[in-house]
Every structure is written in structure tokens, then in C-alpha cells.
């Protein structure tokens, strides 16, 4: 992998590359095996380049990659803000995927930090959108985010009814056509 960045960072000096690409390709890297200082920098450059030359809709997915490599290197409450600021935005613009990531995160995070309460708010702002239930069910890491809530909670029929719901696939099963 060195050596492919390496020689895609030669590459993505060109004029003809974009600074979003440049910044993506250095957060992506040090997030996976560079420097954790590098990739914060590259994802607050990059969350800053898109607030002000993307269209909402189209900032979304950079924003939850940069306050997912925030998240990675300990910048916690600026990762937490940024994913607030996706799940408000992609609320308003009826973009739900990027809703569910961002949710899903939340949730994961106020968890790992032992938040359980919050964790639980944000399951329920999920909730009080009342999405179909066949989006959820094709949100596996939300799904399993909110089972985690669950499992906190000793709900244990709800945690159930998430992973192996009645009448519908499991979790675990896929389907490739």
C-alpha cells in the first residue's frame, strides 16, 4: 500500500487533480496506515474545501468520511459535531443513507464512551422520522447499532426482532443477484 500511495501522491500533484481528490487521497492513507496528526489535517481541510464549494446534498458522503477519520484519531467531539451536522442536513434533504451512517456512528460512539442515554435519544430521533421498515432493514450497521442500544437496555426481544426479524431475513443472510 506504500508503495501505491507513494506514487499516487506523485500523481495527485498534478494541477489537473483537484485539491478535494488530494486531501481525500492523504486522508485515506494516513487514516489507514500514515500518520494520525496528517489525517486529522486532511480531514478538517477537507470538511472546510466542501462546506464551501459543494452543494449540500453533495458534501454529505465527504462529511461523514472526515468525521469518520476524525472519530478514528480521538478528534471525538469534532467528529460528534460533524456527524450532528449530517444527520440534521441529510434530514432536511431527504438524504437517508447518509442520515442512517451518521446515526449509526452516534449512536456506536455515545456507546463506546459509556453514553447509553444519548445513545438512546438518537436511536429515537431515528425513529421519530418514521422511516419505512424495509430501510432499516437494509441498514445493517444501523440495525446493529440500535440492537447494541438494546442489548444495553437488557431489551432482549427487541434486540431479537432487529437482528432475526419475524417474517423477514436475518441480518446475516444476503442475497447476490
Not at 12 to 21: E, I, N
Not at 101 to 111: F, K, R, S, T
Not at 128 to 152: C, D, K, N, V
Amino acid at each position: 500500500m506504500d508503495a501505491a500511495y507513494t506514487e499516487a501522491a506523485d500523481l495527485a500533484r498534478s494541477p489537473d487533480v483537484s485539491a478535494m481528490d488530494r486531501l481525500c487521497l492523504t486522508m485515506i492513507y494516513n487514516a489507514i496506515r500514515g500518520d494520525p496528526q496528517i489525517c486529522a489535517t486532511a480531514a478538517r481541510e477537507l470538511l472546510a474545501l466542501a462546506e464551501r464549494t459543494l452543494a449540500p446534498m453533495h458534501r454529505l458522503p465527504a462529511m461523514v468520511d472526515c468525521a469518520s477519520a476524525l472519530r478514528r484519531f480521538g478528534a471525538v467531539g469534532e467528529a460528534e459535531a460533524a456527524y450532528d451536522a449530517v444527520f440534521t442536513a441529510a434530514s432536511s434533504l431527504s438524504c437517508y443513507d447518509q442520515l442512517a451512517d451518521a446515526c449509526h456512528w452516534l449512536i456506536e460512539m455515545h456507546l463506546d464512551s459509556g453514553r447509553v442515554d444519548v445513545a438512546r435519544q438518537w436511536v429515537k430521533r431515528y425513529y421519530s422520522l418514521r422511516r419505512p421498515a424495509a430501510e432499516l432493514q437494509r441498514q445493517r450497521h444501523l440495525r446493529l447499532a440500535i440492537a447494541r442500544t438494546y442489548l444495553m437496555q437488557s431489551r432482549w426481544q427487541a434486540v431479537a426482532d432487529l437482528i432475526d426479524p419475524p417474517g423477514e431475513e436475518a441480518l446475516w443472510c444476503d442475497r447476490v443477484s
